[in-house]
Structure formats: C-alpha cells, structure tokens
C-alpha cells in the first residue's frame, strides 16, 4: 500500500545550510495495516507524512502510494491520488462555521459527490465514529474528543483506503485519547491502511501494532507488535 | 453537477460579499478604466467618421460654378482647367466629383442626422475638383492661381476645417487611452489583490479541500468567478455611462458644428462587446495570475 525505497529528503535552511529531514529511508507498509511513526521532534515524521500526500516531493528514492508512484504523478492526478488517503490532523482543523454534519459532508460536496450519496453516507460515518447525537452542534460546542471524531470521520467519509493521522492524541487527554484509539482500531479492522504519527507512550505500548521508530531521519526501529521505546 | 454549481456560485457570493468596500473599490476602478477606454474607442470612431477615407485624400476643394451664382462652367473650361491643374508640380492628384457623387457621399456622411439629408435638394451641392497636394501647406499657391479662372466659384482648404479638430480630438484621445491603460493596470493589481486576500481568508478551507482530493479548477473557481462577475460589472457599469453621456455630447456638438457628421448611440451598442470583454480578460487574467501565485505558497 506504501512503498518508500531510500527515501531521501532535505530542506534548505538558509544558504548552504541543509536540514536532513529523511535520510535513504526503506520502509514497506502492507494493506490493513497499522503503523505507528514515533520518534522525538523533528525526527522526521511531519515529513514521512507530507510526502505522502505529496504536499512535497522526494529528493531522492522511490515512493509509492496506493498504486501510484509519487515521483511521477501528474498534478493534475494528485487530486484522486488525496481521495484514497484520508487525513486527521492534531489541532483537527474542522471548518468553524460549519456544523458537525455540513464539516463531513464538505468533503464528499467537494470531490463532487451526488447529494444522495452525501445524505445516505454522512450519517453512516457519524454513527461509526459515535458522534451522530451533536450532528448539528457547532465545532465550538464540542470537547477535543468529540471534534477529533468528526475530524476522524471527515477523514474516513469517502471510505480512503489509507488513513494518516498526524498526533490525533496530541490535544487530548489520556482517556480521550484512549477512545480516539479505539476508534482507528474499528476503522483499521474495516481494512483501512491507519499509519499514525505520535509520541504519545501510553498509547503506542497499550495497543501493541507495528512501531517505526525515526531518529534524525533515519528508521531505527521497526518492530510489529512493538512498544514506543526499549527502556522508557 | 447542479451541486457543485451551486457551491461554486455561492462561495464566489461570499467571497463578494466578504469584504463589500473592496468589491465597491474593484468595481469602481474597472467602470473608470473601461469609460476611458471606451472613450477613447468612441473618438477613435469620431475621427474615422469626420475624416472618411476621401476627405483624408483631399487638401483642396474647387468648386465649379453651376449657373446659380456664377456662369456655368463650360466642358471647355473644365478640361482646361484640370489640365492646368494636373500641370502644377505642387498638385498630386485632381478627381472629379460630379453633383450627383457630391451629393451621394453627403447623405453617407450625414445618414445619423436626416433632418439635414432632407434640407438638402441633390442638386444643390456643387461639383468640384478635389486637389490633394504634395504639401498641403501649398495651399496658397493654387488658392491665388485658380481663384480667378472661368467657371470657378470656390476654393476652399479642407485641411483647415478639419486639422485643429482632429488634432485636439487625436489629442484627447491619446490622452483617454495613456490614462485609461495605466488605470486598467492599476484595476488589473487590485483585482489580483482582492483574490489573494480572499483566497488568503479561505485558506482553511481551501487547505481542507486540497487534502481530501478537491480537484484544483474546483478551488479555484470560485475566486475566478468572483473576480470576473466584478470585472463584468465593471464593464456594464461603464457602458451605461458612455450610453448615458455619449448621445447627449454629441448631440449638442452636433446643434454647433454645422455640416460635421458625428457618432451617436450605435456607435456607442457597437462598444459594447469590447468592453465586456476587456472587463472578463483583465479580471481573468488577474485572479488566474494570482492564484497561481497563490496556489505555490
């Protein structure tokens, strides 16, 4: 499903000055999957992320998402390419004059979806994420829990064969966060590809997947069924 | 596809409505760029029509006596009359033009104003040697040595009815088009502006739309479309004003200057497309310059 063969990517800071961000990284992530990117800031994950939705191009390396090889899609195909990926972001980035149903259904109104299918499919999605009861509430209204929900069914809405989340724990608290997790596990047990950035311990080691571990750009770590880190 | 329309139409409604003093701005900024510009359109066809293609060839005007003020030129005197004219090494051409062509080019000229094409009998007009000059300063020369021959009744210098008009008209029009072009510029920047700005106070929602796979033309379209229906408003407003304005002027030109043809309301529906399409082009141009800028930050 994700395919990185050494992947390389480095940002210009100021004249001659290079940040390595990723560094000849291998990595294979199968369909179904889920994977969590840990490592301390800076490690390299915002970057793993955003090359996968090809917001940035590789240096170097090969990268394949969903069948397709990012180095040499279209631009104009990026679009369809985002369509099979779902995104949650930290600070869950919902649309503040928007209510919880018109914020998921946005997503599908503008890949141009049929009103049908919206009205049929935003309520399915809102149940699965357990949030069908605030529809109507306004972002404003709701806890961090709840918004990342919606901001986890925005994401899975148009039924993305792959999911990124980039730190969904990171504004919650730890019980919140525990539900967000179960969450993504029902959403991962659908068949969805979850691959989700974090430093959040607790949760790495209490649900026991796949562990890529970053350290200044290079994979330290890869271990299935690991714990976020050896010693604490 | 009727929804996406709508999502279309009414984001660009919003983006209108968002920031209305500067939607005002845009709009005002095009209407002054266009009226000009349309100004200087319409003088352009002023000239074109004041000074046709035969009243451009022609320096000097000799009337030929018809028998009404004067003896009626006789064939002998008319031949020997050109002849004397063709002789002349200041002299380019010489054509003839009959009473009946004289008065044919006069109803052409004046087809706007018939009150003045019925006034005029068509054999009321004179025939007359139309002399165009090597220098068309020249004009003395054969003003003093025709002004007596048999047959003659006029001489007149048509360059001089006609100069100081056309160049105080050429001049104007110089002027309308040099502001009209540095103020369409200026339209063009503020057009650019206004889309980054409400691109910029979308960006939330336009960084939501890129990621979950809207295509680019989807983002994009509301903002072409809000910066086009203010360029074509733009240009509908300066229309109506030349609409308005333009008829009025000329008109009462045309009540002090006796025997000028001047342009009335068609000319000015015949501006029209050129002005709608000069209000979609700049605003098109402008909002796709900028979001293409905007797209890469």
């Known amino acids: 499903m994700i395919r990185l063969q050494n992947v390389t990517k480095t940002y210009k800071r100021g004249g001659d000055d290079e940040v390595i961000a990723l560094n000849d990284v291998s990595l294979e992530i199968n369909k179904g999957e889920f994977v969590f990117i840990v490592g301390p800031s800076g490690s390299g994950k915002s970057t793993f992320m955003k090359l996968l939705t090809r917001e940035q191009l590789v240096d ?14 279209r631009s104009w195909k990026i679009p369809a390419l985002r369509r099979d990926i779902g995104y949650v972001f930290q600070d869950f980035k919902l649309l503040p004059n928007k209510s919880v149903r018109e914020n ?3 997503a599908l109104e503008v890949i141009g979806k049929s009103r049908r299918e919206i009205d049929i499919r935003v309520p399915e999605v809102l149940e699965l994420v357990g949030i069908e009861e605030k529809a109507d509430a306004m972002p404003h209204e709701l806890s961090g829990g709840q918004q990342q929900r919606v901001s986890v069914a925005r994401a899975f809405v148009n039924s993305p064969r792959i999911l990124l989340c980039d730190e969904p724990t990171g504004n919650l608290d730890p019980s919140t966060s525990v539900g ?5 596990d029902r959403i991962n047990r659908t068949g969805a590809t979850v691959v989700m950035a974090t430093h959040d311990q607790h949760i790495v080691d209490s649900m026991r997947r796949r562990v890529v571990e970053l350290e200044n750009g290079v994979v330290v770590r890869d271990q299935s069924r690991g714990v976020y880190g050896y010693a604490g | 596809m009727p929804a996406r329309w709508r999502y279309i139409l009414s984001e660009a409604g919003k ?12 709009i005002l900024s095009i209407t002054v760029s266009l009226t000009l510009l349309g100004a200087t359109l319409l003088l352009r066809d002023q000239i074109d029509l004041a000074t046709d293609d035969w009243v451009d060839q022609v320096e000097v005007s000799i009337f030929l006596c018809d028998g009404e003020t004067c003896p009626a030129i006789t064939p002998e005197q008319e031949d020997q009359l050109r002849e004397d004219l063709e002789a002349q090494p200041v002299v380019d051409e010489v054509l003839y033009e009959s009473k009946e062509e004289a008065y044919e080019r006069f109803t052409e000229l004046f087809q706007d104003q018939p009150n003045l094409v019925e006034a005029v009998e068509p054999d009321i007009l004179p025939a007359s040697f139309r002399v165009s000059l090597v220098d068309p300063d020249e004009f003395l020369v054969i003003a003093q040595q025709f002004e007596a021959y048999p047959g003659v009744e006029d001489i007149i210098d048509q360059r001089e009815v006609l100069t100081q008009f056309l160049n105080f008209t050429r001049i104007v029009r110089n002027g309308a088009l040099a502001v009209a072009l540095i103020q369409l510029a200026a339209a063009a920047l503020l057009i650019g502006n206004t889309i980054l700005m409400s691109a910029f106070a979308r960006r939330e929602q336009t960084s939501i739309m890129k990621l979950v796979g809207a295509s680019n033309w989807y983002i994009r379209l509301p903002f072409f479309l809000e910066a086009v229906i203010t360029g074509v408003l733009g240009a509908v407003v300066s229309w109506g004003l030349l609409y308005v304005v333009v008829p009025r002027v000329t008109e009462g030109l045309s009540a002090q200057v006796l025997l000028m043809p001047f342009i009335g309301v068609r000319e000015v529906w015949e501006a029209a497309p050129v002005l709608l399409a000069s209000g979609f082009g700049i605003a098109a141009f402008s909002s796709i310059i900028a979001l293409w800028f905007f797209q890469d930050s």
């Open chain 1, 60 to 73: 170097s390396g090969e990268l394949w998402v969903a069948g397709k090889d990012l180095n040499a899609i």
């Open chain 2, 15 to 26: 983006g209108l409505r968002r920031n209305v003093l500067m939607t005002v701005a845009v």
């Open chain 1, 180 to 184: 967000i997790m179960k969450l993504l």
């Open chain 1, 104 to 106: 998921v259904a946005f």
